[in-house]
């Protein structure tokens, strides 16, 4: 597609893991639908792993081109050298296209980038950043950033009080939160998202207003967002980008072929659906505690366990998954499990793209959340949205399997099931407007769009935030 809206041309920069570069590639791709020449600019690492209609790619470095992460080791050392390298090759990439039909006049960056923004205003041009979490997060850790709440938490402080958010008791808060001193470097990620907000032109939260705009209403002056979410792909929801059947990044090998074919052989809303994403490692015990509960639920199940988790699970259970109630495969198509009639329930970590797929497409969840956001995610997926449970652990931090088979049948036969059920539905509509024509997060990521447009006319950087500033 040829951009038509005066060489309008955005740099979208994600943090180089799949839960961070999916919903910025497809923001990416709703930008090149309306017009805009958008190009991925991703670590080369994982250039490779990215492969979307309509889209650019370009790398920029880490330091660590070989192997990313894994070569740095430490996360401080990764991110100080991602920020020196990558800033460094960001200017050069934006050099690049100066003297080109289409020079870059935005840099939508990862919000764990705030470098990103720097570079961006050295060269003139807008910078936009876009969070990954969903804005009660955002909110929460905001406030930290603030001093509106205060580190570590004290007892008598407790549950947290915020406007627009529910009563937040420590097992509701971001484990970064809960437990400060233990994440020292991902709660110091987290906070820098936010210092330098002021001087960006826009921001972006992967959310819809219907979701969690009273959330962003009441935390506006601290965190100026526009909720422009969920960002899935279109088939799945508004069907408005052609093919958009999938992210167009993946670091695994899908095997949905053979999830598909097994599901095939099932009943309607019958099958359980077990993921807990890219970066979550479960205990031995944990992983034995799972594997007997859902056999103990009788359910028919497709669990997803990444190849390095496989050792972990009892010998006898593997060998029960061959007579047909269950599947386990190393890795599928989320999507397209999630979107398959078969599919009653989806048990999840909870991490904020897997809770915006569930939601997105109706399925109720049984909420298993580890750490980081997961835990906040897992309060409004049961709480504030009705859409399942958050299972219980034990004082060991354990999913014992009664409670997983408690859960379960809560959630596909038990009193509760037909009002999650129902919530399901409600929310997979409202998110399905909210990003259609006309919808909340459409108006937001159209009134970016008439802004580059503007600023291309005029020749100027204008301040995208003031809502009162048109063409």
Not at 6 to 25: A, E, F, K
Not at 106 to 117: E, I, K, M, Q
Not at 294 to 303: A, E, H, Q, T, V
């Amino acid at each position: 597609m040829e951009p038509k809206n005066h060489g309008s041309h955005v740099i979208v920069l994600p943090y180089p893991s799949q839960g961070h570069i999916n919903p910025l590639l497809q923001f990416a791709k709703h930008l090149a639908s309306k017009g805009v020449k958008a190009t991925l600019a991703t670590t080369h690492y994982t250039v490779k792993s990215i492969c979307a209609r309509n889209i650019a790619v370009e790398p920029i470095s880490d330091g660590f081109d070989d192997g990313g992460f894994t070569q740095a080791r430490t996360e401080d050392v990764y991110l100080k050298s991602l920020r020196d390298n990558g800033s460094r090759s960001l200017s050069q990439l934006i050099e690049k296209y100066e003297d080109s039909k289409f020079p870059i006049n935005c840099v939508v960056y990862d919000s764990f980038f705030p470098w990103a923004l720097d570079v961006a205003k050295t060269h003139g041009i807008y910078g936009a950043p876009f969070f990954t979490n969903s804005a009660s997060v955002c909110s929460i850790f905001c406030r930290v950033h603030h001093g509106v709440v205060r580190l570590p938490m004290k007892e008598e402080e407790l549950p947290l009080m915020m406007p627009a958010m529910p009563p937040m008791n420590l097992v509701d808060l971001p484990s970064f939160v809960q437990a400060p001193e233990s994440y020292p470097a991902y709660l110091a990620m987290q906070l820098t998202q936010y210092p330098n907000l002021d001087k960006a032109d826009w921001v972006f939260g992967n959310s819809f207003e219907e979701l969690e705009g009273q959330v962003v209403t009441n935390v506006w002056e601290l965190w100026p967002g526009k909720l422009i979410g969920p960002m899935i792909p279109s088939a799945y929801l508004d069907q408005r980008i052609k093919d958009d059947k999938g992210y167009g990044a993946s670091l695994w090998k899908p095997l949905s072929s053979e999830c598909a074919k097994w599901l095939e052989t099932k009943s309607s809303q019958s099958v359980i659906y077990v993921s807990f994403g890219s970066m979550v490692s479960l205990t031995e015990e944990q992983m034995e505690e799972m594997a007997w509960g859902l056999k103990g639920s009788n359910l028919d199940f497709i669990w997803v366990v990444r190849e390095s988790e496989i050792t972990k699970l009892p010998s006898e259970f593997i060998d029960l998954t061959t007579k047909g109630k269950g599947l386990i495969v190393t890795w599928c198509n989320q999507l397209e499990m999630l979107a398959h009639e078969a599919i009653g329930c989806f048990v999840t970590h909870c991490g904020w793209n897997s809770t915006l797929e569930g939601l997105g497409l109706g399925v109720p969840m049984v909420g298993v959340p580890k750490w980081a956001d997961q835990l906040t995610n897992a309060k409004f997926i049961e709480e504030i949205w009705g859409i399942g449970v958050r299972a219980k652990e034990d004082e060991k931090g354990v999913l014992r399997r009664e409670e997983l088979m408690g859960c379960l049948k809560e959630v596909m036969e038990g009193e509760r099931s037909v009002e999650i059920r129902k919530n399901a539905c409600k929310w997979k509509e409202l998110a399905k407007e909210a990003i259609s024509e006309g919808g909340s997060s459409d108006k937001s990521i159209d009134e970016f769009v008439e802004h580059l447009k503007c600023g291309n006319e005029k020749g100027v950087v204008k301040k995208l935030t003031d809502e009162n500033d048109h063409c």
